[in-house]
């Protein structure tokens, strides 16, 4: 047992690399495109560190080119789900008691790993088989996830060395414990760090646990479990299991063994497993913990102050950035009328630049939308405007899934700020405008506060600070991750940890210490180094 208290490292925001012309990375990271793209993988489960083949397949395709075969991975089922449980409790008898340093030093290398020789292989995969440019995978395999291994390292230390006061002759102090059972981690598509992130903290935290990667995303869950396990993580701590979701989430919400889910993904899904987990409280050993971040309806606000160029900027990254397929993404804007048209005029001059297309071309903007039926919802999103009398097409307003599931990114301009696609969920590259008199501010205020039932992300944008400080009171509830003349998207670990409130989640915020406070179980441990020997009160004395 050591005998020293370690102090980790400090942890500072990895660094985004620039993906310059002629620059070795550029070079490197096209070479691993290439290789990536030749091979088709066969993805195995990993269950208590074993690889199981079930053969029955499923396809990871690239968006881009969706007759592309990237890897045929096993489906799991309910039975594998069983082994999955039994691989976890044997791994927790082990892993829950670990030292909290050593389990920090597998996180710790993971991130280094990531950071140096794993770098190209996360973020190729993310590329091919989530289809994001080379900035956007840069951001989110490499950066945000190696930020999310060490700055939860950092929290953990954080949270244990917060102990309470010790009055004389007494000795209080806490322990942080693992969860009795398992977590069971339900990850999305759209940003691979969130996938490691959701299985990683409450591992950090000593808890084991069952990942169900999404469909769209098995490719680079994969190669993110495969880090885990070269950062030398334990068998069973971490089980991989991609699988029918209705099957594979009926079999582990059902069991007495459950302790926890961390999710990210629909609205929909996330009140199904909050239900289900209700209608089971009775089965488990104890109440589960439920965090889940689930959906967005982002807007962006502007005064008639603000700056044209800069809110035109924001609102092409803040909406088409990986096809707006960020639960962040900007999908709504109320822009004064006497501003709009310069507004308008440089949307059209930007997108008219901004290219669409494959990854591997590094000199497009955004490239497809996940699959086939993202394509149709966002399509169908189109036609609607198309032959709506309440909305006009402004810009792009294309769609074409012949070679792969491309959306042009598209503004609608609407003057009812009620339009369906200004109130729907749609995650895809489409943002509807809604200019309004400037003489109607409160009342626009109002109105984007409760047009939505999401309260994710939002932006602002004014000059003069006494407006900042009125618009920031006004949605102080529409909006869990807020922005003041910025695009609302773009959440750094560690300086704005993320989540959101109302049908958004349950605001936990990722990257942060409350988050890691889910995860774990709290004893308190009072110590009397001078016990009493009388059990009589003065009070009780006759005099």
Same mark, same amino acid.
């Given at each position: ?24 990375? $550029?070079? *490197? ?49 309910? *039975? ?39 770098? +190209? ?11 994001? =440019? ?12 190696? +930020? ?83 950062? &030398? ?21 059902? $069991? ?8 990210? &993904?629909?609205?929909?899904?996330? %009140? ?18 439920? /965090?889940?971040?689930?959906? &967005?309806?982002?807007? /962006? ?29 900007? *999908? ?43 394509? +149709? ?30 959306? %042009?990114? #598209? ?11 200004? /109130? ?7 943002? =509807? ?10 009342? #626009? ?43 609302? #998207?773009?959440?750094? /670990?560690? %300086?704005?940890?993320?989540?959101? &409130? $109302? ?16 995860? #774990? ?23």
């Amino acid at each position: 047992m050591a005998n020293a208290y370690f102090k980790v490292p400090e942890p500072v925001n990895e660094p985004v690399r620039g993906y310059a012309p002629g620059s070795p990375e $550029r070079a *490197s990271v096209k070479k691993r495109l290439e290789e990536m793209s030749n091979q088709v993988y066969e993805i195995p489960l990993i269950i208590g560190g074993k690889e199981i083949k079930t053969g029955k397949f499923g396809e990871s395709v690239m968006p881009h080119n969706h007759k592309h075969v990237l890897a045929r991975y096993h489906l799991a089922d309910a *039975s594998h789900v069983e082994q999955a449980i039994a691989a976890s409790q044997e791994a927790w008898k082990t892993w829950s008691e670990m030292p909290w340093h050593e389990r920090a030093g597998v996180f710790l290398k993971a991130a280094e790993l990531l950071a140096g020789p794993w770098r +190209d292989t996360i973020n190729a995969a993310t590329m091919l088989g989530q289809a994001k =440019t080379i900035q956007q995978a840069e951001i989110d395999a490499a950066c945000e996830l190696i +930020d999310f291994l060490r700055f939860n390292v950092h929290y953990m230390t954080r949270l244990f060395e917060d102990q309470p006061y010790s009055p004389k002759p007494t000795w209080n102090r806490v322990e942080h414990r693992a969860l009795e059972g398992f977590i069971f981690a339900v990850t999305p598509f759209n940003f691979t760090a969130i996938g490691g992130n959701l299985c990683c903290a409450p591992a950090m935290m000593g808890n084991v646990v069952l990942w169900k990667p999404s469909d769209t995303a098995v490719y680079s869950n994969y190669f993110v479990m495969r880090l885990l396990e070269e950062a &030398g993580l334990p068998p069973g701590v971490i089980n991989f299991i991609p699988g029918p979701p209705a099957e594979i989430g009926a079999a582990t919400m059902a $069991r007495p063994e459950l302790a926890g889910v961390h999710f990210t &993904g629909s609205t929909g899904t996330f %009140q199904y497993l909050w239900k289900t987990v209700g209608e089971n409280i009775e089965k488990y050993h104890a109440y589960p913990r439920v /965090v889940g971040e689930t959906g &967005g309806k982002d807007f /962006v606000f502007a005064h008639e102050s603000a700056e044209p160029v800069a809110l035109a900027n924001a609102l092409v990254r803040g909406a088409f950035e990986y096809s707006g397929q960020k639960c962040s993404a900007a *999908s709504r804007a109320y822009v004064p009328t006497n501003i709009w048209p310069e507004v308008k005029k440089l949307l059209g001059e930007y997108l008219a630049e901004a290219k669409t297309g494959d990854v591997a071309d590094f000199s497009n903007f955004t490239s497809a939308v996940i699959d086939k039926r993202s394509f +149709d919802k966002s399509s169908a999103y189109l036609a609607h405007a198309r032959e709506s009398s309440e909305a006009e097409i402004l810009f792009g307003g294309e769609a074409d899934d012949s070679v792969g599931y491309f959306v %042009q990114p #598209t503004v609608i301009e609407t003057h009812n700020p009620h339009y369906k696609s200004m /109130v729907e969920e749609i995650f895809g590259p489409i943002l =509807t405008v809604y200019p309004y008199d400037p003489a109607k501010l409160d009342e #626009t205020l109002e109105l984007c506060d409760k047009t939505s039932p999401y309260a994710l992300t939002g932006a602002v944008w004014a000059k003069e600070r006494g407006t900042i400080v009125k618009l920031t009171n006004a949605l102080k509830h529409a909006a869990g991750n807020f922005y003041v003349n910025d695009r609302p #998207t773009g959440s750094i /670990v560690g %300086q704005q940890p993320f989540g959101g &409130g $109302r049908a958004s989640g349950t605001n936990d915020k990722a990257g942060s210490m409350l988050n890691l406070l889910k995860w #774990t179980s709290v004893r308190s441990i009072k110590e009397n180094f001078v016990p009493p020997k009388e059990y009589a009160y003065p009070h009780m004395l006759d005099s």
